[in-house]
């Protein structure tokens, strides 16, 4: 049986969105996560998640053979402008289809205005049977959300079935500076959880290069097995950042060229064939 694995078109940042779908329809039966996130997607604009965008976005989908079940699209949740941002990002991946959407939460100093946007963007999802998916961050201080422990806290604190967790294993390396083994943290998000986000993370000198699932140094392999042994597969999405990587203290920057398109098929295709065989051979 293999697991249900979107991949995120962050790996083909640099390239046109079509480009993007057109070389993920070549990895098999896989997702697509489409990724628009601030800081990260070139020339993002507010523009972009319009019914027009949609439509036209849904038809490449369609015409590839494609299927999109969430949708990455990354704001700050403690600012005035959150609600209306997300709604428009909300009302943009039901049009495609999509069953959730991600999104980081903020810093812990503007945390009232957080439970201020949140209790109305809970009632917003319920309305549109959209569930919104709280990301741990990747890097930062004194952010609300800092690891699976407080993002349970958090989504049980808001109390709905549509605020639950995304989780992602690389950011809890890289937001605790590697204090944090996700192979233990990721169990106490587990039961608020709705999403698993894959990266690896492996050791260079002077720093960390983001690499392919199973070459780094977080242990997937004791992580599917208990998620099989649990009956917990829930839907995995890889994250690939092709053109990042960490400093020594994993400070997370932009440094590097756009790779080719046959080396980032070839090491999607290998992270999809390593998940599958590690999950297979725990059934």
């Known amino acids: 049986m293999d697991a249900v694995i979107s991949i995120n078109t962050l790996a083909y940042e640099g390239y046109e969105l079509s480009t993007a779908l057109h070389e993920i329809a070549k990895l098999g039966p896989v997702h ?123 989504v049980s604190r808001i109390g709905s079935d549509f605020v639950r967790l995304n989780y992602d294993f690389g950011n809890s390396v890289t937001y605790s500076k590697g204090s944090i083994d996700p192979a233990l943290d990721y169990k106490k998000a587990l039961p608020y959880a709705c999403y698993l986000h894959l990266k690896d993370i492996k050791k260079r000198e002077g720093g960390w290069d983001f690499s392919g699932i199973g070459e780094g140094q977080i242990d997937y392999d004791k992580i599917f097995k208990e998620l099989v042994e649990d009956k917990r597969i829930l839907p995995l999405s890889i994250e690939h950042l092709f053109m990042y990587e960490a400093s020594e203290d994993f400070l997370v920057t932009r440094s590097r060229r756009t790779p080719d398109l046959a080396y980032i098929r070839r090491s999607l295709k290998n992270s999809i064939d390593y998940v599958n065989n590690v999950i297979n051979k725990y059934l």
């Open 32 to 154: 697509v996560e489409l990724g628009f996130t601030r800081g990260y997607t070139d020339g993002l604009k507010e523009a972009l998640f319009s019914e027009k965008s949609a439509q036209q976005i849904g038809l490449q989908l369609s015409d590839l053979g494609l299927k999109s079940i969430v949708l990455s699209a990354h704001i700050d949740l403690t600012t005035q402008e959150a609600v209306d941002e997300l709604k428009r990002r909300i009302d943009f991946g039901k049009r495609l289809g999509v069953r959730i959407v991600n999104t980081k939460v903020g810093p812990r100093s503007r945390i009232k205005t957080f439970r201020r946007n949140i209790e109305e963007l809970a009632g917003y999802a319920e309305d549109m049977n959209i569930i919104i998916g709280l990301e741990n961050p990747a890097e930062g201080t004194d952010q609300i959300i800092t690891s699976g422990k407080t993002g349970a806290e958090i």
